[in-house]
């Protein structure tokens, strides 16, 4: 069974760093296409950041475009978000999503409906 289990969400004031990680398991991470998405109150959940399953090619929203790093360690079966320069917006529960591949892909996937399997989530709260 597919397992997603995300970390490193939490508090931070504007203009802060955080660093959230999306740990693996019951699958080969390596064959899979990654994604995060996030969902802030009364809104529909949106994408941020997608990454190939060797990680040669990223994709990102607009809106983080600048101030999110997305990268993954296939060794450690983890994707990470890097989000520099948060702003109060930017506050949402935060989901990583795993796409099943099985051929060879560089392909990036912006849609939720593109995913597989997800994590429960992880709060980020931005304060001004």
């Known amino acids: 069974q597919v397992q997603l289990v995300e970390s490193g969400g939490g508090l931070v004031q504007a203009g802060g760093s955080l660093r959230l990680s999306c740990a693996s398991s019951?699958?080969?991470?390596?064959?899979?296409?990654m994604g995060w998405f996030r969902q802030a109150p009364g809104k529909e959940r949106e994408f941020v950041a997608a990454i190939s399953r060797r990680g040669d090619s990223t994709n990102y929203a607009d809106s983080v475009k600048g101030r999110f790093t997305i990268s993954r360690d296939n060794a450690e079966n983890t994707v990470y978000l890097q989000m520099n320069s948060l702003k109060p917006e930017d506050t949402a529960v935060y989901y990583c999503a795993g796409r099943q591949l099985y051929y060879r892909t560089s392909s990036v996937y912006r849609s939720e409906y593109d995913y597989n399997y997800w994590g429960q989530g992880t709060q980020v709260t931005v304060s001004s």
């Open positions: 019951g699958r080969t991470f390596s064959n899979d296409a």
